[in-house]
């Protein structure tokens, strides 16, 4: 008899074997012991969910604004960079399964296709950066961003310094022939990662961002509450919680264990976004729930690309899309507005 598998877990089988194994060691290696990598989505797991019934969820209300953007159900794609180790097509089978999907993507600055010839095949997308030593080179990106039409910003904030990796640098040396970072051909970068990464940034810097251009700016990375407040009193416009995948600094909090105080920070005042192990539907109700506004997929997404290219990316948003509607229905949530703490169990007081 043949295992059942979960169609994402069918995809991550075949994203490995198709994929060389110094990228397959890059995508889904994290720091050190990697411990947070793989407890992100076990935090999920351990979280119960508390049904309501006898609600009618014949017509579930899932669409809202983000930042200008009409997103028909809270789920997109977190910035993901060099996707060319992955797939041919790289960040073009991205944006066109994200597009097909009805999810809206952020495109790392560290892309291998450049965001000007993405923009032509994507959807409404956001455009990640990292703030540079180079402050000429940051408002280069930003010109870029602007040009190419992303709809906002999002920078990084959790990488002063480079993760330290050992199973990224163990396998992968230099870039591979072919693939190179698009966005970057001006600036000399001469490192895989670090190098460009400024430690010397500040919430000052951040003000001066957000002063350089009308785009919203997302501040990417943040855990505590305190960050939370400094960035909405910097300007930024939507408050991002993760930690990196688990990729820079290991035993790091889970953002699902975060979210809430955040929010409560927050107060409504700027839109919640969370990524960090994010799987299935339930992890998306239950990042609802706890006070985010929408979620963006990591990894997952780049095993649909590697696996299947764009169809592959459509068809992870659209597992996750469709386990979070039944979850959804089946804890008698009929909108959005309905997803409260309550639904999680121990919080129903
Ligand atoms: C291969 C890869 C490359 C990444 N590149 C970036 C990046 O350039 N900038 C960034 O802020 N985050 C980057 N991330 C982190 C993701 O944006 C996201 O925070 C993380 O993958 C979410 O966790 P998940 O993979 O468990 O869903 C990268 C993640 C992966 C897997």
């Not at 906002?152 to 640098?169: E, M, S």
């Not at 506004?293 to 997952?300: S, Y």
Request: charged share 20%; net charge negative; proline share 5%.
């Amino acid at each position: 008899m043949s295992q059942l598998l979960h169609p994402l877990d069918e995809l991550y089988r075949r994203a490995e074997s198709a994929m060389d194994p110094a990228a397959w060691a890059y995508l889904n290696g994290g720091a050190v012991d990697e411990l947070a990598v793989r407890r992100n989505p076990d935090r999920f797991a351990e979280i119960r969910l508390l049904p309501r019934v006898g609600v009618d969820v014949s017509a579930l209300r899932t669409s809202q604004d983000l930042l200008g953007i009409e997103l028909p159900y809270p789920i997109m794609l977190a910035p993901a960079a060099l996707q060319r180790l992955f797939a041919a097509d790289g960040e073009l089978g991205t944006v066109r399964g994200a597009k097909a999907a009805g999810a809206t993507a952020v495109i790392s600055m560290e892309s291998s296709v450049a965001t000007r010839e993405l923009a032509g095949e994507a959807g409404p997308f956001f455009q990640h950066i990292y703030v540079q030593k180079d402050r000429e080179l940051t408002l280069e990106l930003v010109r870029m961003a602007e040009e190419a039409g992303a709809r906002g910003i999002a920078v990084t904030l959790d990488n002063p310094v480079p993760g330290i990796r050992y199973r990224q640098d163990a396998g992968m040396l230099g870039l591979p022939e072919g693939v190179r970072r698009a966005n970057l051909e001006s600036g000399g970068v001469p490192r895989l990662t670090g190098g460009y990464l400024d430690p010397s940034m500040t919430w000052r810097d951040l003000e001066w961002l957000v002063a350089q251009t009308e785009l919203p700016i997302i501040g990417k990375g943040i855990l505590h509450p305190e960050d939370a407040r400094f960035a909405v009193e910097a300007g930024l416009q939507a408050v991002y919680v993760s930690n990196h995948g688990g990729r820079n600094l290991d035993t790091v909090a889970h953002p699902i264990d975060c979210v809430r105080a955040v929010s409560e920070v927050v107060a409504g005042r700027v839109p919640v976004l969370l990524d960090g192990g994010i799987r299935r539907g339930t992890d998306v109700l239950k990042a609802l729930a706890l006070g985010a506004d929408a979620v963006l997929i990591g990894r997952p997404y780049v095993w649909g690309l590697a696996a299947a290219g764009a169809a592959g990316v459509k068809s992870v948003v659209e597992t996750i899309r469709d386990e979070f509607l039944a979850a959804m229905a089946m804890c008698g949530l009929a909108s959005l507005a309905d997803i409260t703490p309550a639904v999680i169990f121990g919080e129903e007081g």
